[in-house]
């Protein structure tokens, strides 16, 4: 009896010696084993920071077609000088002459003359307030951005016309494109507002002018 007790003690030794030894060398092969390294391929590339341009004063010229009340319409130029106090806000400097054609009055009665040459010169002086309300960018393609801003203008002058010096006010609506931080296109719609009496009655004479331009800012 002892005997058989003896030999299942050893059996049950030799069993438990045979798992111990199966079960631990999968963790040491498992221990040394290393995970392997992922290198991931990411090309790199070359990035260019713009320079921010920080010039503040904006001179520039202009060309357009105004509507001089009772006088036709007529070729306008010009020149104007800004100056951006922040983002928003700027003020503007402008000159424009223009020469009025004949009414339809001089036309039709052959002989009467209501201003001599010298009085269909028109020049108006403005110094007006703009507020750039709408500063975006306009897509040409699929890789070129311009720059742009949609912005109110108005303000007060003064416009020589027929023989006297008129107080004018002037209002209007523009678009800034900014091709380079340095160079700028305009497309401007201004109303300059005065009176006049030319015709024996006075009035409120709204003389509307569309004009492009180009700025420089410096």
């Not at 500063?135 to 951005?145: D, K, L, M, Q, V």
Request: hydrophobic share 40%.
């Amino acid at each position: 009896m002892e005997s058989r007790i003896l030999v299942l003690l050893l059996a049950v030794g030799a069993a438990l010696t045979v798992l111990t030894g199966c079960g631990s060398t999968p963790v040491a092969q498992q221990g040394n084993e290393q995970p392997a390294v992922v290198e991931p391929e990411v090309e790199r590339r070359e990035i260019t920071v713009a320079d921010i341009d920080t010039e503040n004063f904006e001179v520039g010229a202009f060309i357009g077609q105004m509507s001089i009340e009772d006088f036709g319409v007529s070729t306008v130029s010009g020149a104007r000088i800004a100056y951006h106090m922040t983002e928003d806000f700027f003020t503007e400097v402008s000159v424009g002459t223009a020469e009025a054609e004949e009414t339809s009055f001089e036309r039709l009665s052959g002989a009467a003359q209501l201003l001599t040459d010298a009085d269909r010169d028109l020049t108006y002086y403005n110094v007006s307030f703009g507020y750039n309300m709408m500063p975006g960018e306009s897509f040409f393609g699929e890789n070129r951005a311009v720059n742009t801003s949609l912005y109110l203008i108005g303000g007060v002058g003064k416009t020589e016309f027929a023989g006297d010096d008129r107080f004018t006010l002037n209002i209007g609506l523009g678009l800034r494109m900014m091709p380079r931080d340095w160079f700028a296109l305009h497309v401007d719609v201004r109303d300059h507002i005065f009176d006049i009496d030319l015709l024996g009655q006075e009035k409120t004479a709204h003389n509307f002018e569309a004009h492009m331009g180009f700025t420089f800012f410096f």
